[in-house]
Nanobody, 117 residues
Framework: QVRLVESGGGLVQPGGSLGLSCVVS????????MSWYRQAPGKERELVAY????????TYADSVKDRFTISRDNAKNTMVLQMNTLKPEDTGMYYC??????????WGQGTQVTVSS
């Protein structure tokens, strides 16, 4: 069975940090690109960060560039999003996505991040 399980969300004050993890099973992790998406209340789901199968290429949404870092450990079937200097507008449900050949995609159930004082 394909599984993607996010963890690490929670409540944090503006300026704080959180690390999100996505642990996957049921497919060849090293053959898939991985992404983090988020969806804020009343907004469309947006791509936050992307990492290539090897980890050699990363991209970020302009709104999180220089604050967030995406990484992966293919030996552990794990992807991480380190979020620093968090802002209230970073609040939302964060989803892990795996992308494979022919556009195949797997999604996790999400983890809530709330940035509020």
């Amino acid at each position: 069975q394909v599984r993607l399980v996010e963890s690490g969300g929670g409540l944090v004050q503006p300026g704080g940090s959180l690390g999100l993890s996505c642990v996957v099973s049921g497919f060849t992790f090293s053959g898939y690109s991985m992404s983090w998406y988020r969806q804020a209340p009343g907004k469309e789901r947006e791509l936050v960060a992307y990492i290539s199968p090897s980890g050699r290429t990363t991209t970020y949404a302009d709104s999180v560039k220089d604050r967030f870092t995406i990484s992966r450990d293919n030996a552990k079937n794990t992807m991480v999003l380190q979020m620093n200097t968090l802002k209230p507008e970073d609040t939302g449900m964060y989803y892990c996505k795996a992308g494979g050949p022919g556009g195949i995609a797997y999604w996790g159930q999400g983890t809530q991040v709330t940035v509020s004082s």
